[in-house]
């Protein structure tokens, strides 16, 4: 089944993301690359350059925000939208892999209009993420770079502006679907991350160490 | 070292019974029991792997590589394995039971037998026999193993004795503390040498902060940020009431 069919019938269970995130240089971006491809082997669709568009948005009639996103490839028009609410960080700080709530679900292109209108959520800030997508088994990795999103005149359509850093942002992640957490999933992540380790360090997400 | 052949020849198998009265003497009975059939089959098997790695060796010293050959030596390994987890196995008949014996030597060649070894034993002969069906150890291994046995103290060893070997214990346990120091030592050297050399950063933690800060809320965005109601290509327009917090 398509994994984000699958995410669409579960959603009366929480999904759990096991998540570890970092950066590589520019300079090594290559390096790492490549040792994906060799790491994840020659499937298709391993390897394949993607151009997102996300857009958060938040809620603040309550407290805490909900803060919510839309993300849509900027390469592929087929794919449709995505709306995804990651929950707030769950695990114990003694561990060592990031776990969330994770709602992931295919829209139409209205999200956006129905989140704002209909909804009441307010827009924060846009991006657009470039860069290489990789999965390997259940373990999914994404390396890109962060832009930021300008309109043009009319506002209608979106460009990758400037880059926010330097870096790349690599991402490992693996969800657990329906609240299955007899899996060890964390693991899957883990033992992943090691393998990338002389290259990109990944390290849990930790709120409390975004400069405020 | 050896012991002295045994003049008689006949091979018997199994409790009672003569194996075989051919021409030679020399005929095993063929092996009917199927657990036997699965060693031998297991058996052919990891030779035809050894064969074949021994062949890609030899013919194909060009593409060569180590982890093919790793590959094919982990193969043989677990075929070892599971070779001598089916000796072990409980349903195999005994094998330690299975009498053989000889009952003819000769020192003439035997092409019977040279075609069932594949050519690695020609002769059923006095000087081989004894090596083949050999169930004790080397007498001069056996030897010097009772000696090493008898050597262990008795219950009622003289105190003195024993404290000789406590120091001795004593002894040898500081030259191998110092061994390992020593060891401990020379690695540590080792890594931080290595360390000294240190490969060019391929990350920086403060570019993951950055990043993670920039998709998660929204900061460090180099310029503008915009809060304006964005339009998007194929969106239904006007067709709804004012937007709330995002004013168009």
């Known amino acids: 089944m398509d994994p984000l069919l699958k995410i669409a019938t579960f959603n009366s269970i929480p999904n759990q993301e096991y998540a570890l995130y970092g950066s590589v240089l520019e300079s090594q971006v290559d390096t790492l690359l490549h040792r994906l491809k060799g790491l994840c082997g020659t499937l298709p669709g391993n390897g394949d350059p993607f151009e997102d568009h996300y857009i958060s948005y938040s809620f603040k009639h309550v407290s805490p925000p909900i803060v919510v996103r839309t993300a849509r490839s900027l390469i592929q028009n087929v794919v449709p939208w995505k709306f995804q609410y990651y929950g707030t960080e769950q695990s114990d700080s003694n561990r060592s ?30 991006y657009i993420m470039k860069g290489y997508s990789f999965a390997k088994n259940r373990v999914k990795i994404s390396v890109g770079r962060v832009y930021t999103a300008p309109r043009d005149a009319s506002g209608s359509s979106v460009l990758a502006g400037e880059p926010v850093s330097g870096s790349y942002l690599v991402e490992v992640s693996t969800v657990a679907f329906g609240g299955n957490t007899d899996e060890p999933s964390d693991k899957d992540v883990i033992q992943f991350a090691e393998q990338l380790k002389s290259i990109v360090k990944l390290e849990r997400f930790d709120p409390k160490r975004l400069p405020a | 070292m050896q012991r002295p052949a045994v003049p008689a020849a006949a091979l018997t198998t199994g409790p009672g019974g003569i194996a075989s009265n051919g021409p030679g003497g020399t005929n095993l009975r063929p092996p009917a029991d199927p657990g036997i059939e699965l060693l031998l ?93 050999r169930t004790k150890l080397d007498p001069e291994v056996e030897n010097r193993f009772e000696a090493a046995y008898l050597r262990i103290p008795l219950p009622n060893t003289p105190a003195e004795t024993l404290q000789k070997q406590d120091k001795q214990i004593q002894n040898l346990n500081k030259v191998v503390n110092t061994l390992i120091e020593q060891f401990q030592t020379a690695q540590n050297d080792w890594d931080s040498k290595t360390a000294k050399a240190k490969l060019p950063p391929t990350s920086d933690p403060n570019d993951t902060i950055l990043l993670l800060a920039a998709v998660t809320a929204g900061k460090n965005f180099p310029s503008q940020m915009q809060h304006g109601g964005p339009k998007f290509p194929g969106f239904p327009q006007g067709n709804s009431g004012p937007q709330i917090g995002a004013p168009r």
Request: one cysteine or more.
């Open chain 1, 97 to 126: 892999v990031t776990q969330r709530q994770i709602i992931d679900a295919c829209c139409s292109v209205k999200i956006p209009t129905f989140l704002q209108e209909g909804l009441g959520f307010q827009m924060d800030f846009e």
């Open chain 2, 41 to 133: 089959s297991s058996i052919s098997n990891i030779k035809a792997n050894i064969s074949a790695l021994l062949q890609y060796i030899e013919t194909q010293p060009d593409s060569l590589s180590w982890p093919a050959i790793l590959d094919r030596f982990n193969v043989i390994m677990s075929q070892i394995v599971v070779l001598s987890s089916q000796m072990k196995n409980d349903r195999l008949p005994d094998l330690r039971k299975l009498t053989v014996v000889p009952f003819l030597v000769s020192p003439d060649p035997d092409s019977t037998v040279e075609r069932i070894t594949e050519g690695r034993m020609a002769t059923v002969n006095h000087e081989n026999v004894p090596n083949y069906l």
